[in-house]
């Protein structure tokens, strides 16, 4: 019924799901995730659950997915596991290679133990699920099959893509507009498009209401740009802002070495540096630089643009994940021999990446079980009765405060909230979560509390948090 390669990606499917369930975590490891986990039980964009554009296609999977199961942590490493076989076997097929070649067998495997990749695969977001459609609506563009239904499957694919990853759609600028140029039948792959907006526009429109689209979507889109969303707007500090792109594409995604990381990082990198060059050599020296991956590098170029200026990629590395897949199409070109004399060489070179790669994401996927800064933080304050208030930043009052904590909150960016607190005679035992110590310094004694950390390269967002108890001082205290 089946033949060697197809019984092999079924292996390899289901080795993505199972090692994925296995992977699993049960925290919720920050703010974006949190909306996600709560659109699970009541689906409101309105609410921020999920924050707008509201995911609907991603979102009804996963509703679906763990009404069946009623487990938080499977329904979406199922997910993250099937996105994982989807981008192998997409990027098989325009590679050009089979699975069972050494190539092939290589491609599948920095793809499968790819560190961002694998984490991305656990964590209660859609970014690993996108990338996935991405990958396939790409091959349906470039394929050099002569058949228009597969430009009419891309077109719908690209539909679907923006009610799963609205901001991957700058990826098919480039193959979206190459093919409605150069095609008489433009009419029907505008239509494919259009359904495949529609399946999930109409019943968000539903849902939601039209006025309540148009207004969340307006209020977030400014405020994406111009106040909370990390865009060159509000973090134009380029030096930063090239630095962390940068660390996010070599440190975050392929696991280099960086300042304060591991020694088996800085080893590894010098093997991911050996295969890198080596597979430039092969593709100038073979000439193998075809149409399809100037497009693919157009879409690539286009992509880090929209990024750089308009994403947080100062603190959430998730968004250089399209990037990697340049890297898993070039670096199976190492294993093509230039010259026979250095095979060997080269063989031992790509086993020693393998191992490396292998330990280092090991390592980070473990790292990635245990709670994150924040959860620690939340896991804490539970069993602290004595504290009654708790004062911080908006977003850690809000996670907190929807992970149940019964505490009273003060948002210590709104001045007249703050102001107020100070004003009054307050006795009860306060926590401040932040180094706002300066702010407190006239009127309080302040004791530091704990520290909370986990690995930043595991998530960026809050990797450390400083929490202090804060005592008001009586009057005539030194």
């Known amino acids: 019924m089946f033949n060697k390669n197809q019984i092999f990606l079924i292996i390899i499917l289901l080795s993505c799901i199972g090692s994925r369930i296995l992977t699993s975590i049960y925290y919720i ?17 309105i609410k921020l659950q999920p924050h707008f554009p509201g ?21 979406f490493s199922i997910i993250g596991g099937i996105s994982v076989f989807n981008i192998i076997y997409f990027l098989l097929r325009i590679s050009k290679l089979s699975p069972l070649s050494t190539s092939g067998l290589f491609l599948i495997f920095i793809i499968f133990f790819n560190p961002l990749v694998w984490l991305m695969s656990n ?20 394929s050099d099959i002569k058949d228009r239904k597969f430009l009419y499957i891309g077109y719908f694919l690209t539909g679907l893509l923006a009610g799963i990853r609205l901001s991957y759609l700058p990826l098919l600028i ?6 409605l140029k150069s095609r008489e039948n433009r009419k029907y792959l505008i239509i494919s498009f259009s359904i495949g907006c529609l399946i999930w526009l109409i019943p ?13 979507g ?15 707007f509000t973090n134009n500090d380029w030096s930063i802002r090239i630095t962390r792109f940068i660390q996010s594409v070599w440190a975050d995604g392929l696991g280099g070495y960086w ?20 597979s430039l050599r092969v593709l100038l020296i073979n000439k193998l630089i075809d149409k399809n991956f100037k497009i693919i590098i157009g879409c690539l170029l286009v992509y880090s643009i929209w990024i750089f200026f308009s994403q947080n990629i100062i603190y959430k590395s998730r968004h250089i994940l399209p990037i990697l897949i340049l890297f898993f199409i070039i670096f199976p070109l190492a294993l093509k021999p230039l010259s026979r004399k250095f095979y060997p060489y080269i063989k031992a070179g790509v086993v020693a990446f393998c191992l490396f790669l292998f330990s280092i994401s090991i390592t980070i996927i473990g790292q990635h ?19 009654k208030t708790v004062i911080s930043t908006p977003l850690i009052n809000y996670y907190l405060k929807l992970n149940g904590i019964k505490k009273k909150f003060i948002n210590i960016e709104n001045s007249e909230e703050f102001e107020l607190f100070k004003y009054e005679n307050n006795n009860d035992e306060i926590l401040l979560i932040g180094n706002f110590k300066l702010m407190f310094k006239d009127d309080y004694t302040i004791i530091v509390d704990s520290i909370f950390y986990h690995n930043p390269y595991v998530n960026r967002m809050w990797s450390q948090i400083e929490t202090y108890k804060i005592i008001k001082q009586k009057r005539g205290d030194i």
């Open 204 to 216: 968000l429109i539903l849902i939601t209401g039209f006025e309540n689209i148009w207004l969340v």
């Open 123 to 142: 964590r209660y977001m859609p970014d690993l699920f996108g990338l996935s459609i991405f990958i396939s609506a790409l091959y349906f563009f470039i």
């Open 218 to 232: 307006y209020n977030h889109t400014i405020g994406h740009f111009m106040d909370y969303g990390g865009s060159a």
């Open 174 to 179: 480039i193959p979206f507009l190459m093919r």
């Open 369 to 387: 079980k245990n709670p994150s800064a924040i959860a620690q933080l939340k896991n804490d304050l539970e069993q602290q009765e004595s504290i």
């Open 259 to 278: 300042l304060e990381r591991s020694w088996q990082t800085f080893i590894f990198s010098i093997f991911l540096l050996l295969i890198f060059i080596q």
């Open 29 to 45: 490891e920050d703010i974006d995730s949190l909306r996600f986990a709560l659109s699970i039980h009541e689906y409101d964009i």
């Open 55 to 75: 995911y609907p296609i991603f979102s009804f999977i996963a509703k679906c997915l763990y009404f069946i199961l009623g487990n938080m942590g499977v329904t």
